[in-house]
């Protein structure tokens, strides 16, 4: 059975940080690329980063030089490092393998 775990969300304020993990399982980690996805109340969901199997990466616009995304392959794991947080990237943040299988969500809330 494929699991998406998301953790590490949380409020924060404006200029600081969080990184959010999501531990897969049922599936061998290392052959499928990855991303992070959010959605805000009342849009649609975005992606926010992408991982390939080799460590390649691509960002959305609005988080470049902000977020990071990384795996660990011996931990089956993503993350998500995210800095200089902003009241707009206030979602819930999903992690998935390539749109198909999705965790739970974990809520990031940026204010004030």
């Known amino acids: 059975q494929i699991q998406l775990v998301e953790s590490g969300g949380g409020l924060v304020q404006p200029g600081g940080s969080l990184r959010l993990s999501c531990a897969a399982s049922g599936f061998t980690f290392s052959m499928y690329s990855m991303s992070w996805y959010r959605q805000a109340p009342g849009k649609e969901r975005e992606l926010v980063a992408h991982?390939?199997?080799?460590?390649?990466?691509n960002y959305a616009d609005s988080v470049k030089g902000r977020f990071t995304i990384s795996r660990d392959n011996s931990k089956n794991t993503i993350y998500l490092q995210m800095n200089s947080l902003k009241p707009e990237d206030t979602a819930v943040y999903y992690c998935?393998?390539?749109?198909?299988?999705w965790g739970q969500g974990t809520q990031v809330t940026v204010s004030s």
């Open positions: 991982i390939t199997i080799t460590g390649n990466t």
């Open positions: 998935t393998r390539r749109q198909t299988y």
